[in-house]
């Protein structure tokens, strides 16, 4: 479409003087152009004169689209050389600044467009310049190892385009704002010297080019100082020295810069790549709500500096910097996306308005404040391109004359003046009003009154690690009465104020977490309901502060997702990290969240202790599954591919039945199968025996290694074959051998349970084929029998019960009614390995009556509501008293009792009733 088609609005000449030249010039024009050139001639002295400077140009230029005429405006030789370079893109500003305003102020474009346009032109800009300036520094022999040709890719220079370049933001006199670095991984050690003198040049060289004023004109105003440490590093650096600076000093603020950060000329593929590795300093895996108290002091610091507090007046006033203005949407924008980025990629936008856009989609703000906020930042954008077209100023404060008011408001093509300046103080008012409440702290409510013993406890609390700093005094404090008051409304105050006190004294920080609690009050109710019913979680989450993210991230109360879905979460998630142990430490922070989400579900009764047995084991083997393969992968790069045909690794115990607790370690084995096969093939071999022993100790070292986020599992081999006595890692050929021939019978039934979780799916097959062969070849009767009832004498004689309330320990208790599923299955030589399955199988062989089994079933259910319970409240033996009145609640729930002397009566029954079927089945005689 032609340019004329697509006007929508016109200024309103405000000094009609200057609309004389323009008139006559363009009078061949169609009316409604010759009426936009005549309004924006009569409104801006700097237009006027690109209009005669530009009178050809631009009235060809309108005769067609405006794309086809920025398209034209940027089509420089590419061989200019660097004087004429200078000239040709003075020209191009000249050309593009005129067809930018006209199509702006006659609605042709959108603000998009019109930012855009202007950005493009600084990309051409300093894209034409580097290739120029570093083609010249490579003839000159001042680039080690480069040739002329490589000066197209900038011989590894790259500009990061920032803030509203890099957003594609551009305004209409903006500055850009570059960071410039070279890779010097391209160069050798002795030549990176010299190539980091040859691209210092090339900046200084660049920025005179686009910035010195010549008769011309000039470029772009070009900014520097948002590069690393600007005061004391040079105007180009290294990747590498930029990586280390942000790793070990960067700041709120610069993480926010690099929301925008775009490579945008020179090497691109350097510079994104140099972005990625920064991808963790941006964009923080935890939600980082302490990034709101930084933004705000970022504000009133930029607010002292400029002098503009409380300024309501609009002469003078600052739209860009002051209360309402443009920076408030975009560190409201900014801010929430530091917040929640790092853990959701779609929020990774770098334009304002698609910043919004996003947060509203995720349900971080509404769709209301998300389209409100949108609107008055387009409106304040276009009213800051007519402050800045009226003289080519670089310039956010609205004119302090009636005069200047008049203008502004005629380049918006309205002839109210007093209609335009109350919607504009309407739009200010309104933007503070949304965006204020977002950064200012609200002020503390009052504590509650606590009785003296409650307010000892209290005053304790500032010798606690988490409340050392300065700054997590202040936030807390701000959070306090609300912790409290939501104590005070606990069934029991005391006890939950108690196991408040003792999360709170095993946090090792505070700042993000007090932070969280003062954006997020519902964490403090979930806090203060888990500190009430559940001290074990309570402390699991005192240690694991970080997994509440997960709470308010959207989905935490979601059906359960299913172990295929967990695999491609953790291992998507995995994908995006090449360091090894940081792989790991992602790995525990992504497990403990879900092991905090499995927990929290069952403690608030959505799901219960079959399903939470169920999702634990699901999550260990969906780490198991993942971490294998970089883990395998690490070990290989020192030691060569897995020899043969690699292993498999069996989950044991309650693993392989799918069965564990929120306490619960894993019972591993490692099966591999290298036979012909004498040793692996790599840097530095190993015979394949020690291989895989040693590839068994990586992997339970990356299960169990202490690392910043922790351990992921406590690991036992002790039911591989042989035991503590025997390898870590057993061949295939000898572990089929042992099962058959030296095997005891405790190990055959262990071998009931044993399941493939990960590794080598063609292996694991040939173990399951294997574990089924040794079943059917060890099934029978009376010698089983005879070999449980005496191990079951043994375990019960060296370990009693632990207290009145025991699950799993002892006669008739788990371990017994468990001993007696895995003693069936064997005897009828069947695959099944849940304990429920097991006993199906018993009662099908007539190793169990229907009675019986029924029985059983009914005990399991009990006994394995009171043991996954008791081990999410406590990971200490079962103490009524110390669990308190919530963890009492939620188990007579659970097991279905009214009180405490039904479940008593209950647990009583249960154990005589299994005691008593396991006595008759092993044939031990009544006492």
Known sequence: MSFASRLTRCPIPHDPARTEEPRARFAALPPELRALLEGTAGCSPYLCGLMSREADWIEGALAGSPEAALDDALALDADLAAEALGSALRRAKARVALLAALADLGGVWTLEDVTGALTRLSDVAVSHALRVLVGSEIRRGKVPGAVPEDAETAAGIVSIAMGKTGARELNYSSDIDLICLFDESRYDPDDVQEARAAFIRVVRRMTAMLSDMTPEGYVFRTDLRLRPDASVTPVCISMGAAEQYYEAQGRTWERAAYIKARAASGDIAAGERFLSALTPFVWRRHLDFAAIQDAHDMRLRIRDHKGLHGRSALEGRDLKLGPGGIREIEFFTQTRQLIAGGRDPDLRQRDTVGGLAALAWKGWITDDVATELTRHYREHREVEHRLQMVGDAQTHSLPVTAEGFDVIARMMGQGDTDAFRKALRDRLERVAELTESFFAPGEARDAPDLRPEMQQVVEGWRAYPALRSERAVRIFKRVEPEILSRLERAANPDEALGQFDGFLRGLPAGVQLFSLFESNHQLIDLIVDICSTAPALAAYLSRNAGVLDAVIGGDFFAPWPGLPALRAELAERLAEIPDYERKLDAARRWAKEWHF???????????????????????????????????????????????????????????????????????????????????????????????????????????????????????????????????????????????????????????????????????????????????????????????????????????????????????????????????????????????????????????????????????????????????????????????????????????????????????????????????????????
């Not at 068994?696 to 070292?701: E, G, M, W």
């Open 597 to 927: 989400r499995i927990g929290v579900h069952h403690l608030r009764g959505l799901i219960d202790a079959q399903a939470a047995g169920r999702e634990y084991a699901e999550l260990a083997e969906a780490c198991l599954g993942v971490l294998w393969d970089p883990c395998v992968a690490e070990f290989a790069r020192k030691h060569g591919a897995p020899p043969g045909r690699g292993a498999v690794v069996l989950g044991m115990g309650s693993l392989g039945a799918e069965r564990l607790n929120a306490a619960s370690d894993l019972d591993l084995i490692m099966i591999y199968d290298a036979d012909g096969v004498e040793a692996s093939d790599g840097p530095r071999p190993l015979a394949a025996r020690q291989y895989y022993a040693r590839l068994t100790q990586a992997l339970v070292t990356a299960l169990t290694a202490q690392m910043s986020e922790g351990q992921l599992y406590e690991v036992d081999m002790r039911l591989r074959p042989s035991g503590r006595q025997g390898p870590v890692a057993t061949a295939l050929s000898g572990f089929r051998s042992y099962q058959m021939t030296e095997a005891w019978t405790w190990e055959h039934l262990a071998l009931t349970r044993a399941r493939a979780v990960a590794g080598s799916p063609e292996l694991a097959a040939d173990v399951e084929a294997i574990r089924r062969e040794v079943l059917s070849a060890k099934s029978g009767g009376e010698s089983v029998r005879a070999d449980v009832a005496e191990m079951r004498n043994r375990i019960f004689a060296a370990k009693a019960p632990d207290g009145d309330w025991e699950a799993k320990i002892g006669p008739g208790r788990l371990q017994d009614l468990e001993l007696l599923a895995q003693m069936v299955t064997l005897q009828a030589a069947d695959p099944s390995r849940r304990v429920e399955a097991q006993l199906r199988a018993g009662l099908r062989a007539g190793l169990l009556t229907k009675d019986e089994e029924a029985a059983l079933q009914t005990a399991y259910r009990f006994l394995w509501r009171l043991q996954a319970g008791g081990r999410l409240l406590t990971d200490r033996p079962l103490d009524m008293e110390v669990i308190g009145g919530g963890g009492r609640a939620f188990l007579l729930r659970e097991a279905g009792c009214k009180d405490l002397d039904g479940l008593r009566q209950r647990l009583d029954d249960t154990v005589s009733a299994v005691a008593e079927i396991a006595g008759r089945r092993l044939g031990v005689p009544e006492e």
